[in-house]
């Protein structure tokens, strides 16, 4: 049965120990029916204590958790279905500290297990933004003023967002990346990653943009201080506050995971009562990540 809604009430109703999660992800683990990964046989006995399937010709064993980002959780399933809850159906989200108090686990195993869960809120690149998109680039860290313009400071993280805006007007979608410099090269990634062909894009008069609008259909407005792209610039702010709200400092290394958190909640701010359900369902069917691999990776 799909959990929906974003009380803590019926989620803890729900989900009040580690045999109700493991039930949970077996569900959604062999919605389709089980086949041994050893020997490809379909019949099982379930073994009552971790509900793995136990298949009736190798004995191969397997749990719900296994081959999945749950796999090898140290500090229990209760806990980490309340982890994801937190980072899904709530609107900022927590800092890993926070969540190594809230749910009495040491602040790098928070740490780590937080980015399994932002490695499942990645994009899968099928849903390309349409119609009317805006596009802007950007900085974050070091110290933030007022003034406009690109920041030759190093020690500001280059980012690119992209926005899609309804008939309305308001914005529908967002994605964000890291850049390496404003060269029409940096700048193009999000397009190729996040912006579908017949996009109508709005961008200022960076002369970045010049070269691409021989492959995309973009427009080239003076930015007026922000005005004549207010929607992308509010969610820009909105962004920022987030990430310096909640989190005191990011690592360039892993900005790019925290843009995808960000992205990953406001594109299903319509579909909130399911959003812990969906992320469920992407950590089940993604590959386990170890520690030192989130700690590498870019």
């Not at 499942?120 to 110290?143: C, I, R, T, W």
């Not at 004549?228 to 400092?249: A, D, E, G």
Request: positive net charge; glycine residues 6%.
């Amino acid at each position: 049965m799909e959990f929906k809604g974003e009380s803590i009430i019926k989620f803890n109703e729900a989900f009040p120990d580690d045999k109700a999660c493991l039930s949970y992800l077996a569900e959604i683990k062999w919605n389709e029916g089980y086949q041994c990964k050893k020997c490809g046989h379909d019949k099982f006995t379930v073994r009552k204590k971790n509900l793995a399937r136990d298949c009736n010709r190798c004995h191969h064993i397997e749990s719900p958790t296994a081959g999945t980002l749950f796999h090898r959780v140290r500090f229990g399933v209760r806990k980490a279905f309340g982890i994801v809850f937190e980072m899904s159906a709530t609107t900022k989200g927590l800092s890993s500290s926070q969540v190594a108090r809230r749910y009495e686990i040491s602040r790098p195993t928070a740490w780590g297990f937080m980015h399994k869960v932002r490695k499942a809120m990645e994009s899968s690149h099928n849903h390309p933004l349409e119609g009317a998109v805006q596009v802007d680039e950007f900085v974050y860290g070091g110290k933030e003023t007022l003034k406009q313009g690109r920041s030759k400071d190093t020690r500001k993280k280059k980012l690119i967002g992209a926005v899609e805006l309804t008939e309305e007007g308001k914005v529908k979608r967002a994605y964000f990346q890291k850049i390496v410099d404003y060269s029409s090269q940096s700048l193009e990634s999000i397009f190729k990653d996040h912006i579908g062909d017949n996009a109508q894009v709005l961008t200022d008069k960076w002369t970045g943009y010049g070269p691409l609008a021989e492959t995309y259909q973009i427009e080239q407005k003076y930015s007026d201080k922000g005005g004549s792209m207010k929607q992308i610039h509010t969610i820009i702010h909105q962004l920022k506050s987030w990430l310096r709200s909640v989190y005191s400092w990011v690592h360039e290394q892993h900005i790019s995971k925290y843009l995808d958190e960000f992205s990953f909640r406001l594109n299903r701010s319509l579909f909130k009562p399911s959003i812990f359900h969906r992320l469920i369902e992407r950590m089940s069917r993604a590959k386990p990540i170890t520690y030192q691999m989130i700690k590498i990776s870019n």
